[in-house]
């Protein structure tokens, strides 16, 4: 029938009718992409404990933004600190306490000693903040949010090495050693990579690891992946990073994926540190594959697949990709 169809149709015809189809899709896509955001972003509602730490995340670290600044304002933020405690009190009798409790109390209590010293009036937030430090040990909220100072000195020595040579040897490599990778290495790497940037130091990631035996996992996880044929059964653990939508507002609809891909290319870096072979895949799902994803990967209801990372040990020899870099000029305006 569609041979028949290709060869009474007009051209015209069906160059629209796949354009019109492709437009469908891409419509089609970005709907789900709104429902899912809608449903399972902190934009309207703030139904979930993932969502109020968020929330607790977000306005503590804007306290700490305050009193990092080189001039702080006294009396700074009052309304936004006064919801933010209503907000901390609710947490804390509806759930206990727990570290974002800890840390989002600690960095009141600097607030608080910074205002009582600067304030030349008294604010109204005296009474409040005191009445949730006196719910703490003073041990538990030492050195756990607020500020921390800094030396330039002590600084210095820890970025004594090449890094323009690190950074440029690392590749995308698709021949991998057979020797398998110890998970430990993958998981002290993450946990170095927690560090990296994210909006109001939100860490909103989640990650999975494929160990590299589970084999039937990893198989079902690249089958839905469409940029590791003729590697994939050679990879030896799989890393599967996540954003979650919970931790994100309204306007936020993009940072899912910018805090995500910074995130996975610390994990990326840190991996090819310890001197072990990376290649990143990614997860341009449309609903359809996405869909797959989800089947072959039970993950939090508030997932979004940012990329895979396959690992593997370095072979003594092995060929990667030449990759040219488009010239810097074509890079960058300087205006």
Known sequence: MKKVLKKILPSSFRKAYRSNKTSYRIFSDYF?????????????????????????????????????LPIPRPGFGIERITELISKLQMYIQTYGKDSISDISVSTLQ?????????????????????????AYNQSDLESVGGTLPMNRQDLLPLLDFDFDSFFKSRHSIRDFAEEPVDTKIILDTIDTAKYAPSVCNRQAWKVYVIEHDNYALKKALLNVQNGNKGF??????????????????????????????????????????????????NTSYNSSMREAFNNA????????????????????NYKVANSKRRPLSELVEVR
């Open 110 to 134: 600097e607030y608080l000693a910074f205002d009582k010293k600067h304030n030349k009036e008294t604010s109204p937030l005296v009474p409040l903040i005191e009445n949730l430090i006196q």
């Open 32 to 68: 789900e992409d709104y429902r899912n955001y809608r449903k399972y972003s902190a934009s309207l509602d703030l139904k979930s404990k993932e969502m109020i730490q968020a929330y607790l995340i977000k306005e503590y670290h804007a306290v700490e933004k305050g009193l990092a």
């Open 232 to 281: 994939g059964d050679k990879i030896s653990s799989l890393i599967v990073v996540t954003g979650k939508l919970s931790s994100f507002f309204s306007y936020e609809r993009y940072q899912v994926y910018i805090d995500g891909g910074m995130f996975a290319m610390s994990i990326v870096l840190g991996l090819h540190s310890k001197g072990l072979a990376t290649c990143c895949l």
């Open 297 to 316: 990967l039970k993950t939090d209801d508030d997932c979004v697949p940012i990329m895979f990372i396959a690992v593997g040990h370095l072979k003594d």
